[in-house]
């Protein structure tokens, strides 16, 4: 059930009908309880902008329905490792550490992933297909410099700790010159691996020469200029405050 003064998109209602952000009143942020939080219905369609507006960026994240209690409780939300898949331990570490280097903000245990740019259809098929259920997707607003964004298709290069070639420029190589410039360079680095790391499958036991190399590669992914034209993005932030969730809705 929806409260009577809450909107379909999750935001509540002043007495003249005017949308506010959930009801803050001083410090306090009061999340509306699960039961009084909008369905995601197959006609839901959320605009997601491109960019960050006045120093503060546009996030959405997927979180569980004890996350939410725990954000609702304590007006903060932060992850631990054990809630990483362990299969990737390596590519959120290495994630964790870019954080720690970039952000000017205190860092926790692991962070927290968001979408910052995608296409609605998309998010709205991720959501369906999640494997917590139930779930919340939560729009959120932080501040610009508590956020790292980058590409998330070229993320999946750290995941599997692959070599990252990027392309470059606004409008990107076209795949015959990408493939020119950077099948030589994916050549060369089979062949230092076969001969350097050949017996060590976890890439964070090879030689150092080799994970500086690797390492360096993957940096390309926070840099704009690499980021394919509607590509989608992804952020991470080491915490979620109460005051920062702009919209919810639950699956």
């Known amino acids: ?14 007495a003249n009908g005017s949308a506010e952000r959930f009801g803050v009143h001083g410090s306090a942020v009061a999340l509306p309880d699960w039961s009084d ?12 902008p491109d960019g960050p507006t006045s120093g503060a960026r546009d996030l959405w994240t997927l979180q569980s329905q004890a996350a939410y209690a725990s954000l609702q409780s304590l007006g903060v939300l932060r992850q631990t490792a054990e809630h990483a898949d362990p299969e990737f331990a390596s590519a959120y570490q290495w994630m964790s550490a ?8 205190p860092p926790t245990a692991f962070p927290i992933w968001f979408w910052t740019r995608a296409d609605w259809k998309w998010v709205a098929r991720e959501v369906r297909s999640s494997r917590e259920t139930p779930s919340v997707l939560l729009h959120v607003r932080k501040p610009q410099e508590q956020v790292l964004v980058s590409d998330f298709v ?10 990252h070639v990027p392309a470059y ?3 990107h190589e076209r795949p015959d010159i990408y493939w020119a410039r950077a099948e030589p360079e994916f050549d060369s680095w089979d062949l230092a691996v076969a001969r350097g790391a050949s017996s060590q499958r976890e890439w964070r036991t090879w030689p150092a020469s080799l994970r500086r190399s690797l390492e360096a590669s993957w940096e390309h992914i926070f840099d704009p ?24 809705i639950r699956r």
Request: aromatic residues 8%; without cysteine.
């Open 37 to 48: 939080l909008p369905r995601l219905r197959p006609w839901t369609r959320w605009r997601f």
């Open 154 to 163: 070229d993320w999946h290069h750290v995941l599997n700790g692959a070599l």
């Open 169 to 171: 420029g606004i409008e």
């Open 98 to 105: 870019q954080m720690r280097r970039r952000l000017h903000t």
């Open 225 to 248: 200029r690499t980021w394919a034209p509607g590509s989608a993005l992804q952020a991470v932030a080491w915490e979620l405050q109460a005051h920062e969730v702009v919209k919810a």
């Open 1 to 14: 059930m929806r409260n009577a003064d809450q909107t379909e998109d999750g935001l509540s209602r002043s």
